[in-house]
């Protein structure tokens, strides 16, 4: 079975941080870019940050350039998301996607596999 599994989400404190993992089974990650894209209630789904095959080139949202980290590790195929300085608005359920082509991962466009989210809650 073909699928990306996100895990690593939670309640977490204004400030704090936490680390989202990738992981696909099924298929290889070496060859796809990588997106983490998250939604908030009521709110369009937005691009949080991409990274291409070979971990060469990323690319960030403004509003979590400086804060989040995005990396992979192909041996393990897996991609994470390191987040700090974490805020109320990142509060949403955060999904991550491989695709081919990374000019198109940020708007989420093509991308080939999905995984199905994990909650993240930033609140006091």
């Known amino acids: 079975q073909l699928q990306l599994v996100e895990s690593g989400g939670g309640l977490v404190q204004p400030g704090g941080s936490l680390r989202l993992s990738c992981a696909a089974s099924?298929?290889?990650?070496?060859?796809?870019?990588i997106g983490w894209f998250r939604q908030a209630p009521g709110k369009e789904r937005e691009g949080v940050s991409c990274i291409s095959s070979t971990g060469g080139s990323t690319n960030y949202a403004d509003s979590v350039k400086g804060r989040f980290t995005i990396s992979r590790d192909n041996a393990k195929n897996t991609v994470y998301l390191q987040m700090n300085s974490l805020k109320p608005e990142d509060t949403a359920v955060y999904y991550c996607?491989?695709?081919?082509?990374?000019?198109?991962?940020?708007?989420?466009?093509?991308?080939?596999?999905w995984g199905k989210g994990t909650l993240v809650t930033v609140s006091s």
């Open positions: 996607a491989a695709g081919v082509l990374f000019s198109k991962c940020d708007k989420g466009y093509d991308m080939d596999y």
């Open positions: 099924g298929f290889t990650l070496d060859y796809h870019a």
